[in-house]
T-cell receptor
Protein backbone atom coordinates (compact mmCIF):
# COMPACT_ATOMS: atom_id res chain seq x y z
CA UNK A 1 0.00 0.00 0.00
CA UNK A 2 1.12 3.53 -0.65
CA UNK A 3 2.18 5.86 2.13
CA UNK A 4 3.31 9.45 2.56
CA UNK A 5 5.77 10.77 5.10
CA UNK A 6 6.16 14.39 6.06
CA UNK A 7 9.11 14.34 8.46
CA UNK A 8 8.62 17.85 9.80
CA UNK A 9 5.63 18.34 12.06
CA UNK A 10 6.28 22.03 12.64
CA UNK A 11 8.50 24.53 10.84
CA UNK A 12 9.11 28.17 11.68
CA UNK A 13 10.61 30.57 9.15
CA UNK A 14 11.06 34.30 9.02
CA UNK A 15 9.07 36.31 6.53
CA UNK A 16 11.09 36.69 3.36
CA UNK A 17 13.12 33.57 3.96
CA UNK A 18 13.03 30.56 1.68
CA UNK A 19 11.01 27.49 2.50
CA UNK A 20 11.25 23.81 1.78
CA UNK A 21 8.73 21.29 3.08
CA UNK A 22 9.68 17.66 2.75
CA UNK A 23 7.53 14.86 1.46
CA UNK A 24 8.49 11.24 0.82
CA UNK A 25 6.19 8.64 -0.63
CA UNK A 26 6.16 4.91 -0.90
CA UNK A 27 4.62 3.39 -4.01
CA UNK A 28 5.80 0.85 -6.55
CA UNK A 29 4.98 2.79 -9.70
CA UNK A 30 4.87 6.47 -10.58
CA UNK A 31 2.28 8.06 -8.33
CA UNK A 32 0.18 11.13 -8.80
CA UNK A 33 1.37 13.65 -6.20
CA UNK A 34 -0.31 16.67 -4.68
CA UNK A 35 0.32 19.44 -2.21
CA UNK A 36 -2.61 21.02 -0.39
CA UNK A 37 -2.72 23.88 2.09
CA UNK A 38 -5.20 24.27 4.92
CA UNK A 39 -5.77 27.46 6.87
CA UNK A 40 -7.28 27.11 10.37
CA UNK A 41 -10.91 26.05 10.26
CA UNK A 42 -10.91 25.80 6.50
CA UNK A 43 -10.91 23.11 3.85
CA UNK A 44 -7.96 22.18 1.70
CA UNK A 45 -6.77 24.23 -1.23
CA UNK A 46 -4.79 22.62 -4.02
CA UNK A 47 -1.36 24.20 -4.41
CA UNK A 48 0.03 22.02 -7.18
CA UNK A 49 0.04 18.55 -8.65
CA UNK A 50 2.31 16.17 -10.51
CA UNK A 51 1.08 13.57 -12.94
CA UNK A 52 3.90 13.14 -15.42
CA UNK A 53 6.34 15.07 -17.56
CA UNK A 54 8.44 17.93 -16.24
CA UNK A 55 9.50 17.03 -12.73
CA UNK A 56 9.49 20.64 -11.57
CA UNK A 57 5.92 21.83 -11.23
CA UNK A 58 4.69 25.31 -10.57
CA UNK A 59 1.71 26.02 -8.41
CA UNK A 60 -0.29 28.88 -7.04
CA UNK A 61 0.93 31.50 -4.58
CA UNK A 62 4.51 31.20 -5.81
CA UNK A 63 5.00 27.60 -4.73
CA UNK A 64 6.81 24.93 -6.68
CA UNK A 65 7.64 21.29 -6.10
CA UNK A 66 10.12 18.88 -7.59
CA UNK A 67 9.47 15.20 -8.15
CA UNK A 68 12.58 13.10 -7.60
CA UNK A 69 11.97 9.48 -8.41
CA UNK A 70 15.35 8.33 -7.13
CA UNK A 71 14.60 9.79 -3.72
CA UNK A 72 10.85 9.09 -3.72
CA UNK A 73 10.38 12.70 -2.82
CA UNK A 74 8.13 15.58 -3.78
CA UNK A 75 9.36 18.55 -1.77
CA UNK A 76 7.53 21.85 -1.76
CA UNK A 77 9.48 25.10 -2.06
CA UNK A 78 8.95 28.81 -2.02
CA UNK A 79 11.77 31.33 -2.46
CA UNK A 80 10.32 34.00 -0.19
CA UNK A 81 7.68 33.27 2.41
CA UNK A 82 4.92 35.72 3.28
CA UNK A 83 3.17 35.92 6.65
CA UNK A 84 -0.04 34.78 4.95
CA UNK A 85 1.60 31.46 4.10
CA UNK A 86 1.27 30.35 7.72
CA UNK A 87 -0.94 27.26 7.54
CA UNK A 88 -0.93 23.47 7.54
CA UNK A 89 0.52 21.82 4.46
CA UNK A 90 -0.38 18.32 3.35
CA UNK A 91 1.37 16.16 0.81
CA UNK A 92 -0.79 13.48 -0.77
CA UNK A 93 -0.49 10.64 -3.24
CA UNK A 94 -2.96 8.83 -5.43
CA UNK A 95 -2.08 5.33 -6.47
CA UNK A 96 -4.08 3.23 -8.85
CA UNK A 97 -7.42 4.12 -10.36
CA UNK A 98 -9.51 4.54 -7.22
CA UNK A 99 -8.61 8.23 -6.95
CA UNK A 100 -8.30 7.93 -3.18
CA UNK A 101 -5.79 10.28 -1.64
CA UNK A 102 -3.33 9.09 0.95
CA UNK A 103 -2.26 12.05 3.04
CA UNK A 104 0.85 12.73 5.02
CA UNK A 105 0.47 13.85 8.61
CA UNK A 106 0.95 17.47 7.62
CA UNK A 107 3.50 20.20 8.38
CA UNK A 108 2.45 23.25 10.30
CA UNK A 109 4.21 26.36 9.02
CA UNK A 110 4.67 29.32 11.29
CA UNK A 111 5.97 32.59 9.85
CA UNK A 112 7.64 35.13 12.09
CA UNK A 113 7.75 38.79 11.20
CA UNK B 1 -9.84 25.59 -10.15
CA UNK B 2 -13.11 23.83 -9.57
CA UNK B 3 -15.31 25.02 -6.72
CA UNK B 4 -16.84 22.80 -4.06
CA UNK B 5 -19.36 24.26 -1.67
CA UNK B 6 -20.05 22.71 1.71
CA UNK B 7 -22.93 23.70 3.94
CA UNK B 8 -23.32 24.44 6.77
CA UNK B 9 -19.91 25.63 7.84
CA UNK B 10 -20.77 25.23 11.50
CA UNK B 11 -23.56 23.42 13.29
CA UNK B 12 -24.43 22.84 16.92
CA UNK B 13 -26.96 20.19 17.81
CA UNK B 14 -28.31 18.35 20.81
CA UNK B 15 -27.30 14.78 21.51
CA UNK B 16 -29.63 12.33 19.80
CA UNK B 17 -30.57 14.53 16.88
CA UNK B 18 -29.50 14.12 13.27
CA UNK B 19 -27.50 16.56 11.22
CA UNK B 20 -27.23 16.77 7.44
CA UNK B 21 -24.20 18.23 5.68
CA UNK B 22 -24.31 19.09 1.98
CA UNK B 23 -21.47 19.02 -0.50
CA UNK B 24 -21.96 20.55 -3.93
CA UNK B 25 -19.72 20.80 -6.95
CA UNK B 26 -20.63 24.22 -8.32
CA UNK B 27 -19.08 24.33 -11.76
CA UNK B 28 -18.48 20.71 -12.66
CA UNK B 29 -20.11 17.33 -12.39
CA UNK B 30 -18.66 14.86 -9.94
CA UNK B 31 -19.55 11.20 -10.14
CA UNK B 32 -17.36 10.61 -7.12
CA UNK B 33 -17.14 12.56 -3.91
CA UNK B 34 -15.35 11.74 -0.67
CA UNK B 35 -16.14 12.45 2.96
CA UNK B 36 -13.38 12.98 5.49
CA UNK B 37 -13.20 13.56 9.18
CA UNK B 38 -10.44 15.58 10.77
CA UNK B 39 -9.54 15.66 14.44
CA UNK B 40 -7.71 18.67 15.88
CA UNK B 41 -4.14 18.98 14.66
CA UNK B 42 -4.39 15.75 12.71
CA UNK B 43 -4.53 14.75 9.10
CA UNK B 44 -7.70 13.84 7.23
CA UNK B 45 -9.29 10.46 7.76
CA UNK B 46 -11.26 9.12 4.83
CA UNK B 47 -14.71 8.01 5.93
CA UNK B 48 -16.37 6.99 2.71
CA UNK B 49 -16.49 7.25 -1.05
CA UNK B 50 -19.73 8.60 -2.43
CA UNK B 51 -20.67 7.47 -5.93
CA UNK B 52 -23.53 9.03 -7.85
CA UNK B 53 -26.42 6.65 -8.25
CA UNK B 54 -25.00 3.88 -6.09
CA UNK B 55 -24.29 3.03 -2.50
CA UNK B 56 -21.40 4.66 -0.75
CA UNK B 57 -18.30 2.68 0.06
CA UNK B 58 -17.27 3.03 3.67
CA UNK B 59 -13.79 2.70 5.08
CA UNK B 60 -13.10 0.08 7.68
CA UNK B 61 -14.32 1.07 11.10
CA UNK B 62 -16.82 3.68 9.89
CA UNK B 63 -20.40 2.95 10.91
CA UNK B 64 -22.55 3.15 7.82
CA UNK B 65 -25.73 3.37 9.86
CA UNK B 66 -24.33 6.30 11.80
CA UNK B 67 -23.02 8.21 8.80
CA UNK B 68 -25.55 8.05 5.98
CA UNK B 69 -24.34 9.17 2.59
CA UNK B 70 -26.54 10.00 -0.36
CA UNK B 71 -25.20 11.02 -3.77
CA UNK B 72 -28.43 11.66 -5.61
CA UNK B 73 -27.10 13.85 -8.39
CA UNK B 74 -23.86 14.62 -10.19
CA UNK B 75 -23.39 17.78 -8.16
CA UNK B 76 -24.65 16.92 -4.69
CA UNK B 77 -23.65 14.50 -1.97
CA UNK B 78 -24.99 14.62 1.57
CA UNK B 79 -23.67 13.22 4.81
CA UNK B 80 -26.19 12.70 7.60
CA UNK B 81 -24.87 12.08 11.09
CA UNK B 82 -27.69 10.17 12.73
CA UNK B 83 -28.40 10.21 16.44
CA UNK B 84 -25.37 12.37 17.01
CA UNK B 85 -23.42 12.13 20.24
CA UNK B 86 -20.64 14.28 21.67
CA UNK B 87 -18.01 11.87 20.34
CA UNK B 88 -19.22 12.68 16.82
CA UNK B 89 -18.12 16.28 17.28
CA UNK B 90 -15.48 16.91 14.69
CA UNK B 91 -14.55 18.74 11.49
CA UNK B 92 -16.05 17.07 8.44
CA UNK B 93 -14.72 17.84 4.97
CA UNK B 94 -15.96 16.73 1.59
CA UNK B 95 -14.19 16.62 -1.72
CA UNK B 96 -15.28 16.11 -5.29
CA UNK B 97 -13.39 14.55 -8.12
CA UNK B 98 -12.74 16.70 -11.17
CA UNK B 99 -11.80 14.28 -13.89
CA UNK B 100 -9.46 15.14 -16.71
CA UNK B 101 -9.80 12.35 -19.25
CA UNK B 102 -11.30 8.92 -18.83
CA UNK B 103 -10.28 5.40 -17.94
CA UNK B 104 -6.75 4.56 -16.95
CA UNK B 105 -5.46 7.78 -18.44
CA UNK B 106 -7.69 9.95 -16.29
CA UNK B 107 -5.98 12.50 -14.14
CA UNK B 108 -8.39 13.02 -11.32
CA UNK B 109 -8.06 15.92 -8.97
CA UNK B 110 -9.84 16.25 -5.66
CA UNK B 111 -11.20 19.67 -4.82
CA UNK B 112 -12.30 20.26 -1.26
CA UNK B 113 -15.12 22.03 0.46
CA UNK B 114 -14.47 24.46 3.29
CA UNK B 115 -15.50 21.95 5.92
CA UNK B 116 -18.23 21.71 8.55
CA UNK B 117 -17.57 22.06 12.23
CA UNK B 118 -20.03 19.84 14.13
CA UNK B 119 -20.49 20.33 17.85
CA UNK B 120 -22.82 17.92 19.64
CA UNK B 121 -23.95 19.03 23.08
Amino acid sequence: AQSVTQPDIHITVSEGASLELRCNYSYGATPYLFWYVQSPGQGLQLLLKYFSGDTLVQGIKGFEAEFKRSQSSFNLRKPSVHWSDAAEYFCAVVAGTASKLTFGTGTRLQVTL
Amino acid sequence: GAVVSQHPSWVICKSGTSVKIECRSLDFQATTMFWYRQFPKQSLMLMATSNEGSKATYEQGVEKDKFLINHASLTLSTLTVTSAHPEDSSFYICSAIWASGRGRGAKNIQYFGAGTRLSVL
